[in-house]
């Protein structure tokens, strides 16, 4: 079994997006109510200036989001969610037209609407698919990578009682059904998300980040998102500001068992932690 990442690419854009060492997806949230970052980034400006430091700090991939995915978080209407993620496009593309932008959101026509109109280069669905009907067709249309992420319930129930037969084993078959039924309908590029902290409770999760490794049986690339969850903050008993050192101890693990994607808040330090490990693959004369 492998222990580090995989040579792996996706097509962005008809340009092949190289995956030969893990990437760092930075996280963008324009919400009031995400449980970390809500409401910070309110304006334009703060949203190119916050853009602006994630890819100094080397993030490869911008995820914005328009709607908070938290426990408990309530719905938000479509008009509204196109109306935050619109305007922010046009901040983040008029001062970086090269940005390679992912649109978290689980609407098809959201979707649509940030592909064909802003160039968003990758969709970042948290259902993978379940809660809009069209939105693996039109995935299979529009021909941009998918991240498929698992969950458990919804945001307003996943959290309630999360129960499992063997959390793996029922994930890896969640996939593999789901990655069958993208196939048949031409969907290229998938991204795996085993969905840390969505319908699981801390043991869950930590269970999965443990086994890791068991997901690239999929043959597919593999996201990790741990970033100042509460699956560290009641662990460590902590809030999310103070979850800085499990989020890093966590996705130094991820990458380790073959995590391809580390989506983060903090991007400097997921860069570092990454190179540190790849060097560490170097000394070790793996390739």
Aim: charged share 25%.
């Amino acid at each position: 079994m492998e222990i580090f990442a995989r040579k792996k690419s996706l097509r962005i854009k008809g340009k092949l997006f190289d995956l030969s060492e893990p990437v760092v997806m930075g996280i963008l949230n324009v919400t009031p109510d995400s449980f970390y970052d809500g409401g910070r980034f309110s304006g334009a400006d703060e949203v190119v200036s916050r853009v602006g430091q994630m890819r100094d700090e080397g993030a490869d991939i911008i995820d914005v989001g328009a709607v908070s995915t938290r426990p408990g978080a309530g719905t938000v209407p479509e008009t509204e969610e196109q109306h935050r993620l619109s305007w922010v496009m046009e901040a983040i593309l008029k001062e970086f037209p090269d940005a390679i932008i992912s649109v978290d959101t689980v609407r098809s026509a959201v979707a649509r609407n940030m592909v064909e109109n802003y160039g968003v280069a990758i969709i970042n669905d948290i259902s993978a698919g379940s809660f809009d009907r069209n939105m693996l067709n039109t995935i299979a249309e529009l021909q941009v990578p998918y991240v498929a992420m698992h969950m458990q319930g919804t945001p307003e129930t996943m959290q309630l009682d999360p129960k499992y037969d063997d959390v793996v084993n029922d994930i890896l078959k969640f996939f593999a059904g789901k990655i069958r039924i993208m196939r048949s309908m031409g969907i290229g590029d998938i991204i795996i998300d085993p969905g840390f902290g969505f319908g699981k409770t801390v043991d869950h999760n930590y269970i999965l980040a443990a086994n890791l490794e068991e997901f690239s049986m999929l043959g597919l690339p593999v996201l990790a998102g741990f970033s100042r969850k509460s699956m560290i903050c009641k662990l460590l008993r902590v809030n999310p500001p103070g979850a800085l050192a499990g989020t890093i101890a966590l996705n130094a693990i991820a990458v380790f068992k073959g995590a391809d994607i580390l989506r983060v808040h903090d991007v400097r330090e997921a860069k570092d932690t990454i190179r540190v490990l790849e060097y560490l693959k170097k000394a070790k004369g793996e390739t």
